[in-house]
């Protein structure tokens, strides 16, 4: 079983659409919580920490359940430029190192 | 700030032959990640270093990788003698401890190696 589980899509919906990804990790010893965006050839980059509390950025809204082991990614009124691949990222706090899943890919289509 | 550089951007190479990736990780960030990704694995740590030092090479997939960070402002990753199948993008991130727990890490844009 992969440490991080996420669903591959593609995701395609139209512009102005409000999506969510879901994610599952299985180390119950993680600590850190984080969405990264990933284009199309290029390196991955930080969407968004996420908190136990849950945390808004913009459009842009991360939430987590400890109990569940679960974290998610709402992004309202999509727009083109939102097309790419989210990672969701967890860290075991002792171990220092960033567990990435296969990423769920988004096609926002006008 | 330049950011993580890696060098080269691009490289092809023949079976059997070595191949060094280079990375320059930001100044004062003294934890620094290798990782490879493909389409079938998506990123997988290789190896990472603090202070210089590596402090996890379990990602490391065999012999045939080896990775040395001489100093603060350097890392190598060598693969000697390469195979088709360690065709992948090699990204290379770097932290400061202080920011890595809500931060995580920056990376360089990668080295695409195809091995033919």
């Known amino acids: 079983r992969k440490e991080v589980e996420q669903d591959p899509g593609p995701f395609n919906v139209p512009e102005g659409a409000t999506v969510a990804f879901n994610c599952t990790y299985s180390?119950?010893?993680?600590?850190?919580f984080f969405w990264y965006r990933q284009d199309c050839r290029k390196e991955p980059k930080l969407l968004m920490s996420?908190?136990?509390s849950g945390n808004e950025d913009g459009r842009f809204t991360a939430q987590l359940n400890r109990a569940s082991q679960y974290i998610s990614l709402l992004i309202r009124d999509s727009k083109l430029s939102d097309s790419a691949t989210y990672l969701c990222?967890?860290?075991?706090?002792?171990?220092?190192?960033?567990?990435f899943g296969s990423g769920t890919r988004l096609q926002v289509q006008p | 700030d330049a950011g993580v550089i890696q060098s080269p951007r691009h490289e092809v190479t023949e079976m059997g032959q070595e191949v060094t990736l280079r990375c320059k990780p930001i100044s004062g960030h003294d934890y620094l990640f290798w990782y490879r990704q493909t389409m079938m694995r998506g990123l997988e740590l290789l190896i990472y270093f603090n202070n210089n030092v590596p402090i996890d090479d379990s990602g490391m997939p065999e012999d045939r990788f080896s990775a040395k960070m001489p100093n603060a402002s350097f890392s190598t990753l060598k693969i000697q003698p390469s195979e088709p199948r360690d065709s992948a993008v090699y990204f290379c991130?770097?932290?400061?401890?202080?920011?890595?727990?809500?931060?995580?890490?920056?990376f360089g844009s990668g080295t695409r190696l195809t091995v033919v």
């Open positions: 990222v967890v860290m075991d706090t002792g171990r220092r190192a960033l567990t």
């Open positions: 991130a770097s932290s400061p401890l202080a920011l890595l727990a809500n931060y995580g890490y920056t």
């Open positions: 180390n119950s010893a993680s600590q850190s």
């Open positions: 996420v908190y136990s």
